[in-house]
Structure formats: C-alpha cells, structure tokens
C-alpha cells in the first residue's frame, strides 16, 4: 500500500494528514472550514484516495494559513506514498460536469510545479470560504505534490457548482494518473530515468 503520514505544526497551524493512495475514497475531515472540508472530502471520494486531514488553525485571523498549510500537506503526502513514482501512469485528465457547469481538469505528476488557472468566480464567498483560495489551495498542492495542473472553467454560473466541478475533476484526474499501470512494470514514466 502507497500510504504517508504528515504532522505539521506551526504558530499558525497544527495539522495531521495521512493517505492512502491505493483506498477506495473513505475520508476524514476536519479544517475549521465547512466549505473546504466539503471539497476536500470530494476529492477524497472521487479520486479513491483515502484522506484523513486533520487541522487546527488561526481562523480568527482569517482563512488563508489554514486553506494554504491544508494543500501544502496534502501535497506533501501524496508526494511521500509515490515514493520514486515507479509504475504508475503519471497522466490523468478528466472533464467534469455538475448541472449547467463544465470544468477540464489535465495533470502530470512531473516533479515540475506548475499551475495554470482559468476559472472565476462571480462571489467573494461560498459558505465562510473566500473564493480567491480555491486558486491557491491548487497552487500550493500542485507545488508540493510535484504536479503539472491545468485547470479550466470551460462554463458556469453558479458559484458551487464551479467549484466542486473542478474539485472532482482534479480527483478523477489524480485518479488516473496515480494509477500502477500493469504494462510498466517497475519502469519510472519518463526517458531521464527520474520523476
């Protein structure tokens, strides 16, 4: 089994992250943030990864430490159970609707950082969530994960819908790319030999 645990703890967070990379999408969350833990169990359930994300941060301060050290850890584990990424597809892309909604979601396990983020919002808010860090939750998972991310709002309206379409579609494309792929063998899914 692909599994990590993190424990994390700064002056502005105290979090406990494990996964299992090869489970069925069994979660437990716990961010202090009603709408982000919303999120995090979709990507949990979608993706098959199983999640327990487990945090107490300065939320009287505001909603930033908590959402971003959130990504950074889950990140961080994903990245520990891939281990040296032997096996696996490395590639995953999803499109996902939810009612009038469409988002593309394109990921490359790469070792290479980097987010490309075409998607708004017309609300500063969903539930007590300030939209402006779903943005950043992608950006500080895909930093610490080692991911190549695209991400596009194709269309949309409603505010929710935008934000679990994308959410869910980043878990299918997770799902596909931390896949073993029975024809690899042991192989690391790149010609330099590395990822």
């Known amino acids: 089994m692909r599994t990590a645990t993190i424990s994390r703890t700064t002056k502005e967070t105290d979090i406990q992250i494990a996964v299992n990379l090869d489970g069925t999408g069994q979660y437990d969350v716990s961010t202090g ?10 990507f949990s359930r979608h993706s098959l ?12 301060v505001d909603q930033h430490h908590t959402t ?9 584990a994903i990245a520990e159970a891939l281990g040296d990424k032997a096996g ?30 075409k ?9 007590e969530m300030d939209t402006e860090l779903i943005e950043h939750w992608f950006h500080s998972v895909a930093q610490t994960a080692g991911l ?37 063998g042991n192989a690391i899914p790149s010609t330099k030999g590395v990822l």
């Open 88 to 117: 696996i597809v490395r590639y995953g892309s999803a499109y996902s609707p939810m009612d009038e909604t469409l988002s593309r979601v394109a990921v490359d396990i790469s070792g290479r950082p980097y987010l490309v983020w």
């Open 49 to 60: 990864i199983d999640l327990t994300c487990k945090i107490k941060g300065d939320l009287h």
């Open 148 to 184: 190549t991310l695209h991400i596009e709002l194709l269309y949309g309206q409603n505010n929710h819908h935008i934000a679990e379409s994308i959410y869910k579609g980043f878990a299918r494309a997770m799902r596909q790319a931390v896949d073993i792929d029975p024809r690899k």
């Open 68 to 76: 971003e050290d959130s990504a950074l850890a889950i990140g961080q």
């Open 119 to 127: 998607a708004a919002f017309s609300q500063p808010r969903l539930g």
């Open 33 to 42: 943030i009603g709408f982000l833990d919303h999120m995090v169990e979709q």
